[in-house]
């Protein structure tokens, strides 16, 4: 079974800290990505990454960075957290390819104070 | 507009009833799809894929028409456990098809 594994279920924050989601995956995917789900907005992409060390900004990348340092792992930065940064946040990855689909961890659900 | 477009709902049905869902695109160069469900606080998982004309699978049936740029997913034989959103994905053209481009999803509550 590929797992997509999330460092936390349940965070919370305070406004201006700097915070790390992690993501880690078991499957050798080339491609990983970040977003964020809040109510009526459906699942909007932070940011991705297609290879080791690569990164490209999704729909929302303000407020955010990423670092990719080994295939495996996808980590989620935000830089000073804001109270509009509370959300829920999802990893995902996927092989190569058209036909390949996205595996979820189980998110991270993020309170800023 | 947006790339991939889904009718919110919420669907409400009795158990039993047939339901159907209809998801558009609008990238014409898109190749594969795919359904997805997604529980209340929990993460999207994988329902069906559809790559061709369609895919079924048990009580499950997803239809691609790309003509019209539109998938859908047809559920019979609706059981309490359907309810759910239902979350539609697009896969991008060659040039750009590492990522789904997602719909917002479809409310399903079934009830007894």
């Known amino acids: 079974d590929v797992k997509v594994t999330q460092s936390s279920r349940y965070l919370v924050k305070r406004t201006g800290e700097k915070v790390f989601l992690e993501c880690v995956q078991d499957m050798d995917h080339e491609n990983m990505f970040w977003y964020r789900q809040d109510p009526g907005l459906g699942l909007r992409l932070i940011y991705f990454s297609y290879d080791v060390k690569m990164k490209e900004k999704g729909d929302i990348p303000e407020g955010y960075s990423v670092s990719r340092e080994k295939k495996e792992r996808f980590s989620l930065i935000l830089e000073s957290a804001s109270t509009n940064q509370t959300s829920m946040y999802l990893c995902?990855?996927?092989?190569?390819?058209?036909?390949?689909?996205?595996?979820f961890g189980q998110g991270t659900r993020l309170t800023v104070v | 507009r947006k790339e991939v477009e889904q009718d919110p709902g919420p669907f409400n049905v009795p158990e039993g009833a047939t339901v159907a869902f209809n998801c558009t695109y609008s990238n014409s160069a898109s190749q594969s799809f795919f359904w997805y469900r997604q529980d209340c606080r929990k993460e999207p998982k994988l329902l069906m894929s559809?790559?061709?004309?369609?895919n079924e699978d048990g009580r499950f049936t997803a239809q691609l028409n790309r003509a019209s740029q539109y998938i859908s997913l047809l559920i019979r034989d609706s059981k309490l456990s359907d309810s759910a959103t239902y979350l539609c994905a697009a896969k991008g053209n060659a040039g750009n098809n590492r990522k789904l481009i997602w719909g917002l999803g479809t409310s399903l509550a079934v009830n007894p």
């Open positions: 995902a990855s996927s092989g190569g390819g058209l036909g390949t689909e996205a595996f």
């Open positions: 559809v790559y061709s004309s369609g």
